[in-house]
């Protein structure tokens, strides 16, 4: 040991390690972690303690509950009299346009029957020398009061959605179809040029859709894609646009309002919506937008002549395919929970029709409610 020092050079002494037990350390170390986590476990009740922790029994079904009976409400602090926000105040009547159901059955009568379903009111009808025209009572009741259909149920927080089918008694195959294949919460849209109109009416309602009546107003590309003889004009004399407007009106009875049918310079023309929006509004009818013009100008004029209104969000149909029509109808889901509503429009095609009907089988079951388009005018 002594000569291999002497011999090994300067500075290259042989090397002493020590060795330790790292083994035995780390058994050490990872003993005392445990024995800390049992010890915490046992003393401290809690060991998410500060954690929020919700318990909450699951069971697979309620018997006689559905999804849209359970509603997500919100904890706020309870406050009295004016102190209440407007979102927290009862609604008052006079700022609501939407329909009032309780004004839908004549005075002494317990129900409605189908003859009150098929038959115009006689409250809310006057003769004229084209047809019956709709218009408001001396008592305030209106053609929207007394056609609209009921929701069932009206929970705040479930989104809703509207659905509109329009070219209704264009084609007696497409009409049949769409009465046999739809929920009644569907609301069809009759094409005033339409044939048996008042047999579609009176089936529709049975079934209990609410109805809208198609108006067909002037399109940019006006007179190379004309809507029809009696189409809105932002040209006509206002005696002319009145004959047309109240000839379209009599086409059938027993509708809740009026949707446009093309109409992009008309609707974006103020003049011309004015008019008709107040021609509308005195004859107790709402106006829905078809959600196709981008340079609609409808809801600021809705909103300055109090005329109940709606808009279409979503056009289901524009590319008739199966695909591109489950593709906007999850577009109208999401603007639905977004919002808390959304309407769309289609047209009554075998495609479209088909993939609503299977759309709508599970609706509630995804916390979704079908409603009326008039259910959704104070949104």
Not at 86 to 97: F, M
Not at 128 to 157: C, I, K, M, W
Request: net charge negative.
């Amino acid at each position: 040991m002594a000569s291999e020092d002497l011999t090994a050079p300067l500075g290259l002494g042989k090397r002493r390690f020590v060795r330790l037990p790292f083994g035995l350390i780390g058994t050490g170390l990872l003993s005392v972690v445990v024995t800390t986590g049992i010890v915490w476990m046992m003393v401290v009740d809690d060991p998410l303690g500060g954690e929020p922790i919700a318990v909450v029994p699951l069971e697979n079904s309620i018997e006689g509950l559905s999804q849209r009976d359970i509603e997500v409400v919100e904890i706020r602090p309870s406050l009295d009299g004016e102190e209440l926000g407007p979102n927290l105040r009862p609604d008052e009547a006079s700022n609501r346009l939407g329909p009032r159901y309780e004004l839908q059955k004549p005075a002494g009568q317990s129900e409605i029957t189908r003859v009150d379903l098929v038959n115009p009111d006689p409250r809310v009808i006057e003769r004229s020398g084209q047809g019956y025209l709709p218009t408001v009572s001396n008592e305030g009741l209106r053609p929207l009061d007394v056609y609209a259909r009921p929701v069932a149920t009206e929970f705040h927080s479930i989104p809703k959605i509207a659905i509109i089918v329009g070219g209704m008694g264009l084609s007696q195959t497409g009409t049949e179809n769409a009465l046999a294949s739809l929920p009644s919460d569907v609301t069809l849209a009759l094409a005033p040029y339409g044939a048996n109109l008042d047999r579609w009416m009176q089936q529709a309602r049975e079934k209990g859709h609410e109805l809208l009546l198609q108006m067909p107003m002037e399109p940019f590309d006006f007179p190379d894609n004309d809507p029809g003889p009696h189409t809105l004009l932002i040209s006509l004399q206002e005696r002319e646009m009145v004959d047309r407007f109240q000839w379209l009106l009599t086409r059938v009875t027993n509708y809740v309002g009026i949707i446009n049918q093309m109409g992009a310079r008309f609707m974006s023309t103020r003049p011309s919506m004015q008019f008709l929006f107040e021609k509308l509004t005195d004859r107790g009818l709402m106006f829905v937008d078809d959600g196709t013009s981008s340079r609609s100008v409808a809801g600021e004029v809705a909103a300055e002549t109090k005329t109940p209104f709606s808009g279409v969000d979503v056009v289901l149909d524009g590319v008739p395919r199966e695909d591109e029509i489950n593709a906007k109808l999850l577009q109208l889901e999401g603007v639905a929970r977004a919002r808390g509503v959304a309407v769309a429009s289609s047209s009554a095609l075998p495609v479209t029709i088909r993939q609503l009907e299977i759309w709508s089988r599970d609706l509630e079951e995804r916390g979704l409610q079908l409603v009326p388009v008039s259910a959704t005018i104070d949104r």
